[in-house]
């Protein structure tokens, strides 16, 4: 009887922890269904993308945790999921893939000459934190403008049944990332750094321009440099400690 009830204790606990795991996919699920009608994706374009953000990934997920039995699980980015939200209305869907993929082979080519953890160190992860809570503003505000825009309110009943289903994608979208926006700002006003995120912040919700740059690049170098120039101490400081 011990050794039947360790067997079971030996394996409840790993599908505790998956069954937790596919909660929280099918939550963010809602990030990337809610994108792709911003961007007006086709049903099509929009079931490629989710094989690949969460088909592909899992696999390679599965053979690495079989094959080094260690628990490594490989995800779609939600945070590029939102960044590439608050890029929707200035860019086409191809005009993204471009900007990524060049993004992409930007990373590998700093993880392969070393230099990431010298540029994480001159780029405070706090001034991030501030684009971040930038991006993640507009899908919590549509939960409020979906109903306000319910053609329910109006009166409309021909209507309703469309409107529903895109309603309730917005507001389980906007609730999933409020977790994450809780903890952006947090991030944003903990310090060292105070004045250079909180910048970078209201930065990058105006709508400047300039060079070909929008408000998230100017929002990184204005508020990085308000930190270097108005609180050196705390910016050294926090070098040293990365």
Known sequence: ??????SRSGWLAPVSIAIQNIII?????????TVAQQ???????????LLAAYGLTGIAGLILAIVY??????????????????????FSFAELIGAFIVAGAAVLLLSALGLTRRLAAWLPASIVFGL??????????????SVSDAPLLAGIAATVPAFIPRALLVTLAGLAVVGVLINALQEVTKGPLVLGPVFAFAISLSEISFLGFGP????????TAISLLLEPEQFKQLRTTS
């Open 1 to 6: 009887m011990e050794s039947e009830s360790d």
């Open 25 to 33: 996919f099918i939550a963010v699920l809602t990030v990337p269904l």
């Open 39 to 49: 961007l007006g994706l086709s049903a099509e374009e929009t079931s490629s993308w």
């Open 69 to 90: 039995r260690q628990p490594l699980l490989i995800t779609g980015n939600l945070f590029a999921l939102i960044f590439i939200a608050s890029l929707g209305q200035e």
């Open 132 to 145: 971040l809570a930038r991006a993640i503003i507009p899908f919590i505000s549509r939960i409020f403008t």
């Open 216 to 223: 998230f690049f100017w929002a990184l170098v204005v508020g």
